[in-house]
């Protein structure tokens, strides 16, 4: 069996864990969680994709080496511009917001038949939502995880509406609600990061200083 990281079992496990029957891996760099799906659920269809082939051939010579080369398909393409009808779950992980935004919406017409997206990004986890729920998903699952000292949010949306306030697409609907241990160790994180801006910020430049004071009490009040 392969061992994968922590971030990357988080996302198998909201794979494994839900009704998915054909999923396409973007980004799939090395192949290491299409291994472990396939290893945990061989009636899953594959695909793992990347734009570039120097991540394909690791995958390739990592597919060989676990003896599933004839069960996962590996897909040279930009995005999700190759998909088909029968995909009805997209993994995008190890990328930033903008890029994964980009890849969904460049290709929106090809996410017909896809019913899931489930999406780790680096970064500005806010507007990912905001995003994401305007191309028609709502949010299902989400976990934070800590790696190697740098924190992850995995998110699961669903094709669907719901309504989301601003507070709840900044920390999480779900994340929010349960505020579990690492719900506090990040938010509390990010605020300390939110005050040491602030103490950069000269007194005199009250418009730049308004909205991230305004930030810090939101996550004073969350987190205390």
């Known amino acids: 069996m ?3 990281n922590s971030r990357l079992k988080t996302i198998a496990n909201f794979i494994l864990e839900s009704d998915a029957k054909s999923i396409i891996d973007v980004g799939c760099d090395h192949a290491f969680l299409d291994i472990y799906l396939f290893q945990n659920n061989n009636n899953l269809k594959i695909i793992a994709s990347d734009i570039n082939i120097g991540p394909l051939l690791k995958a390739k010579e990592n597919l060989l080496k676990y003896h599933c080369l004839d069960n996962i398909k590996l897909e040279r393409a930009d995005g999700i511009s190759k998909i088909n009808n029968d995909i009805d779950t997209i993994v995008i992980s190890g990328m930033g917001m903008e890029t994964i935004v ?3 919406t460049n290709d929106k017409n090809k996410m017909k038949s896809v019913k899931r997206l489930i999406i780790s ?3 500005k986890y806010e507007t990912l939502r905001y995003k994401i729920c305007n191309l028609g998903f709502y949010i299902n699952k989400e976990k934070i995880i800590n790696e190697e000292g740098k924190y992850y949010i995995i998110i699961e949306f669903i094709k669907g509406f719901s309504k989301y306030s601003k507070k709840q697409l900044y920390f999480g609907p779900y994340l929010i609600k349960n505020k579990d241990e690492m719900f506090y160790k990040y938010y509390l994180e990010i605020k300390k ?3 040491n801006i602030l103490n950069r910020i000269p007194i005199s430049y009250d418009t730049k ?3 991230i004071i305004k930030e810090i009490r939101m996550l004073a009040l969350e987190t205390s």
């Open 193 to 195: 990061e939110k005050e």
């Open 209 to 211: 200083r308004k909205p």
């Open 102 to 104: 980009e890849i969904l």
């Open 121 to 123: 990004s680096n970064n």
């Open 2 to 4: 392969i061992n994968i």
